[in-house]
């Protein structure tokens, strides 16, 4: 095998079939709770939501055509463009999450809504919506290209993927006001809030894992308290300041968000002039990051 054969096996290294499985059964479910908050919460009440599927329900209220049409048929263009920019297993794990969508939504459609109580719906259709889409794109697919077109566009003009997104939805969501009305529009923008926060939710999990990054002199009994009070492990790495030459242990280590007003603490009591730092981490693998025993 010569080495750039190699290369290419690292590169496109197969799913295993366990893996594979698991990929396609939470896709499919996350596909489907898209499909019930879209169909049984936010449709029949008049409510969107942002990116293509906010234009396909526009779409499908002022044609009449059935709303799983043109959700596929809108999104076939990011197909391509989720391949050449992210990848194959991306751009099939789209397709089969669209098409599962599409056929959801049409299999959900006649079904009576849950609620004609227009906030009960923002807020439950909302969190359906923002569940289905995070175990999506945690399982490696999208069910809305407009992200993908935001990065396209990013590489282009001088404009955030973030922003690009937003001037997006700000112009669907005008036009549903448009269509639906403007009491409509204005639950639609809370629907997409809470799906936007949900996402976040479901893709980092609750158990939300926070990095600490702690500079002192007194490291080595910091480090030692760490892991005796908290039972957590701690990495010692070499730092050197820019601006004096000094050379400094920094002590790292990954905690969760319970734990740290107790990091905190013990670092107040070792060292209360000790530089602290923490910041979210969306996941976490490997290691040793096993909680141990305290005693």
């Known amino acids: 095998m010569t080495e750039q054969e190699s290369l290419l096996q ?11 499985i698991k990929r396609i059964l939470f896709i499919f479910i996350g596909a ?19 990116g293509i599927v906010g234009i396909s329900i526009i779409l499908s209220k002022l044609t009449g055509v059935k709303l799983g049409l043109f959700l596929f048929l809108l999104n076939i263009p990011f197909f391509y463009l989720g391949y ?22 049409t299999f959900f459609h006649p079904v009576p809504a849950f609620t004609e109580d227009i906030l009960l719906a923002a ?32 590489k282009r003009l001088p404009f955030s993927v973030g922003e690009i997104v937003m001037f997006f939805n700000i112009f669907i969501f ?24 949900t996402i976040d939710v479901v893709i980092q999990g609750l158990d939300e894992s926070k990095s600490a990054w702690i500079i002192s002199d007194q490291y080595q009994e910091i480090g030692e308290a760490i892991i005796a009070r908290l039972g957590r492990g701690v990495t010692y790495l070499n730092g050197e300041g820019a601006y004096t030459g000094d050379h400094k242990k ?23 002039g000790a530089f602290l730092a923490v910041g979210d981490i969306a996941e976490v693998r490997g290691g040793r990051f096993k909680k141990k025993d305290i005693h």
């Open 10 to 20: 690292k590169q496109h290294r197969r799913l295993t079939f366990r893996r594979l």
């Open 32 to 50: 489907v709770m898209m499909a019930v908050g879209i169909e049984i919460f936010l449709v029949p009440n008049s409510i969107m939501d942002g």
């Open 84 to 105: 050449k920019q992210i990848g194959k297993t991306f751009a099939l794990s789209t397709v089969f999450g669209i098409a599962i969508l599409s056929v959801a939504s």
């Open 123 to 154: 807020v439950f259709g909302g969190l359906a919506l923002g569940a289905g889409v995070g175990i999506v794109i945690r399982y490696g697919g999208s069910l809305d290209g407009t992200e993908i077109l935001a990065i396209l566009i990013n």
């Open 174 to 197: 005008l036009w549903g006001g448009f269509v639906f009305g403007w009491d409509r529009a204005m639950y639609s923008v809370l629907a997409y809030f809470i799906a936007f926060k």
């Open 250 to 272: 920094v002590i790292f280590c990954v905690i969760n968000r319970l734990e740290e007003a107790k990091l905190k603490s013990i670092v107040e009591d070792m060292d209360e």
